[in-house]
């Protein structure tokens, strides 16, 4: 007779199966598009409709909830994959199969090699750092939408929640599905310089804007790399956390200040035109001196091989 699982126990073995589903590329496209067609615009009008007939406006509405409902719909499909996975394994395995099971890919492996844990995560947050004031001038390149201006004016009026939901949501949310789900699944049937260059293109894509798209098309590049080295998706998420925490920081700091001020402008017109280059020149020396010593000692043997196509 078999015995039912606490709801608890049963969550928590739907999320142990995601390490057996390793999306292949049509897979991991069907994620991005759940997540941008049937979260970002199906939960939306359904949150919107829901919200109506209780009288509450959109705006009202907690942005938290707002963030994370739009993940609802790929997490589904997501635990389907992996639950359907475990149970054609126990087919294969009655039928003596045992070629054709899928191996469980675990979203950590913790490959730091020659550098320590502690060295490891410092570095990525220096070069994290780097790299934002080098991708800064991008941001100039395209006037900011109306929706990212939103965003930072809902940090004021509703500090809370948004921050959570920009500094702490997002880098847990995007890197399981965009580093830990799809990379991680592509890695097993493409390139490491395909997965990383799909993990980066879609990382761009969900942001639904051109004025973040190539920043976190490079950004989301660093990320799947350090991911790629490491094995280590808690890398991935600092750097998508410290990217995020410090706009917002920045922001709530700095109230009165125009959203499109960027740090050139502020270097500029504090000191000198000199200073900002001296300072992005060692921006840019300090990450390059960290990948190059990152693609020397980080990850294993496996992972000194040449990125190819």
């Known amino acids: 007779m078999r015995v039912a699982l606490p709801p608890s126990n049963y969550v928590m073995k739907m999320f142990r199966n995601l390490k057996y589903f390793l999306p292949s590329f049509n897979q991991s496209l069907l994620i991005v598009l759940l997540l941008i067609v049937a979260g970002g615009l199906g939960m939306g009008i359904l949150l919107a409709v829901c919200y109506g007939a209780a009288g509450v406006a959109m705006a009202d509405i907690n942005p938290l909830v707002m963030y994370l409902c739009q993940f609802v719909p790929p ?3 997501i635990l ?8 054609e394994n126990g087919r294969l395995m009655e039928k003596g199969l045992f070629d054709r099971i899928v191996k469980p890919v675990p979203f950590n492996t913790f490959n730091f090699g020659k550098v320590s844990p502690a060295v490891a995560f410092l570095l990525v947050i220096l070069a994290t750092f780097a790299l934002m004031i080098v991708l800064e001038p991008l941001n100039s390149l395209v006037p900011m939408p109306d929706s990212v201006k939103q965003i930072y004016a809902n940090m004021l009026s ?25 990379m991680r699944g592509m890695l097993q049937h493409s390139t490491p310089l395909k ?53 917002v920081l920045f922001t709530l700091l700095n109230p009165q200040m125009d959203v499109e001020t960027t740090l050139m402008d502020i270097i ?40 190819s196509a």
């Open 80 to 87: 389907y994959k992996g639950a359907d996975t475990v149970k």
């Open 158 to 182: 509703n500090m809370l929640w948004t921050s959570l939901s920009v500094a702490v949501a997002a880098p847990l949310v995007e890197e399981f599905f965009l580093r830990g789900t799809i």
């Open 75 to 77: 997490l589904i499909y």
């Open 195 to 247: 997965a990383i260059l799909w993990s980066a293109f879609y990382f761009a894509l969900i942001h639904m804007n051109l004025y973040q798209a190539l920043g976190a098309f490079i950004m989301g590049l660093f990320i799947g790399w350090i991911y790629y080295r490491s094995g280590t998706l808690w890398l991935a998420i600092l750097i998508h956390f410290v990217n995020n925490g410090s706009s």
């Open 268 to 307: 500029i017109q504090s000191w000198s035109v000199e200073a900002y280059i001296g300072i992005y020149t060692a921006s840019l020396a300090i990450l390059a001196a960290i990948i190059f010593y990152f693609y020397k000692n980080l990850g294993n043997g496996q992972s000194k091989e040449t990125i």
